[in-house]
């Protein structure tokens, strides 16, 4: 009998978690280990923050998930792996593995902002997040770090629920360096910045925030802007026990795989979704379409490789959509450089979210 732990219940994994409800496979011990009981589904956030969807609209119960797929669920987090004796630890307990599979996804955090750590209402891991819904809906002035799809979308969804909730004198602001939406066309970013204008969110361009300290974030241009909830979403940070553990990481410590998904240096441990970086696709962006789509590529590989059968690549698609949900069931369309805004975008959003999670709930 073989075992493959999968490490996170995040959005490959939950994919594979599905074709094992369908599938029997003989001879093989699958394990998931999870940092907690629930996997939240991020783009469902925005619609949470708005008041939209409901806890459990947005989240996974992975116990009843595995139970279904015939996988051992353990609750806890991976703390360090040993990828010579094959094996993983788990609040102190020891697992032994054939094949790991990573999927334990990023943090919002970023170590170059001093204070960050301690004054932010932390977005990733997901779980930690929904404790802190009714301080950010109440806060007098929160600041939102970032300028991306994420960012925007957060705080335009969080600006919806204050105007239900007649909340005018609740100030939101977003702090970024360089411009709106950058990575997007000129009329994304032209909508973009109207919207910003609609609902009064003030924006803070070109700045990049350098120190935290307790209601105040502090740019390298020593502006100093005073919030009393701090969100940031200016870019994705690599899990640590992945460095730790002496794996191959890029400089950014995110697990360097192969376009087979794999660990070059340690072919029985397999990676998907945010906590990778592909060697051939360095720049790949860390977005819940691609670790979505790397689930039937992982899935094979982990079975070709116990039986030693050739692996697939996986040939990430040059554009991935994008939809951002701007607040009463309106939405932004994003794909490439073209752009389309309106209520129909939020109707497809919706569509896609809600059947995403009709699969695994
Ligand atoms: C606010 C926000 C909105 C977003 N909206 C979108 C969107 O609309 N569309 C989109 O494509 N992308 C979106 N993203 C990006 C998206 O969330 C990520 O790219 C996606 O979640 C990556 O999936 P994943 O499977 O790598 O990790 P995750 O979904 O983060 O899952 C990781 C899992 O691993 C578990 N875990 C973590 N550490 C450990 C450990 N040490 N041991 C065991 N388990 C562990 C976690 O509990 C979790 O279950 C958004 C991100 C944010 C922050």
Not at 282 to 294: E, F, M, S
Request: hydrophobic letters at 35%; aromatic letters at 8%; one cysteine or more.
């Amino acid at each position: 009998m073989k075992t493959i732990v999968l490490a996170g219940g995040g959005h490959t994994h939950l994919s594979i978690l599905n074709k094992l409800t369908q599938t029997i496979i003989q001879d093989i011990k699958w394990i998931l280990i999870s940092s907690d009981d629930y996997q939240y589904y991020s783009g469902m956030f925005s619609g949470y923050i708005e008041g939209l969807y409901s806890l459990e609209d947005i989240r996974i119960h992975l116990p009843d998930l595995a139970a279904r797929a015939n996988c051992e669920f353990h609750q806890g987090s991976v703390e360090e792996i040993n990828p010579v004796e094959k094996t993983i630890s788990v609040n102190g307990q020891l697992f032994s593995y054939d094949l790991l599979s990573l999927d334990i996804g990023s943090h919002t955090t970023n170590p170059e902002i001093s204070g960050l750590e301690h004054h932010q209402t932390r977005l990733k891991p997901a779980h930690e997040f929904p404790d802190h819904i009714t301080e950010l809906h109440l806060a007098r002035r929160t600041a939102v770090i970032g300028g991306g799809v994420a960012a925007c979308e957060m705080a335009l969804s969080l600006a919806a629920w204050k105007r239900k909730y007649m909340r005018k004198y609740d100030q939101i602001s977003l702090i970024y360096s360089g411009s709106l939406l950058e990575k997007h066309g000129e009329k994304a970013q032209q909508i973009m910045h109207r919207l910003m204008q609609e609902n009064s969110i003030k924006l803070h361009e070109d700045e990049r925030a350098k120190k935290i300290t307790n209601n105040q974030i502090v740019t390298t241009n020593r502006t100093v802007i005073p919030f009393d909830q701090l969100l940031y979403l200016g870019g994705a940070q690599a899990p640590d026990v992945l460095r730790k553990s002496g794996l191959p990481v890029d400089e950014k410590g995110f697990l360097l795989v192969n376009g087979m998904l794999q660990s070059p240096d340690f072919p029985s441990i397999f990676g998907a979704g945010d906590c990778i970086t592909m060697i051939n696709h360095p720049q790949l962006a860390k977005n819940g379409v691609h670790a979505v789509r790397q689930g039937p590529v992982l899935w094979q590989n982990l079975l070709a490789s116990l039986t030693k059968k050739p692996l697939t690549d996986y040939q990430p698609q040059k554009n991935s959509l994008a939809i951002l949900s701007t607040g009463f069931q309106k939405g932004l369309l994003l794909w490439g450089n073209a752009s389309f805004y309106g209520s129909l975008p939020w109707q497809l959003k919706n569509y896609i979210d809600r059947n995403f999670m009709k699969k695994y709930q």
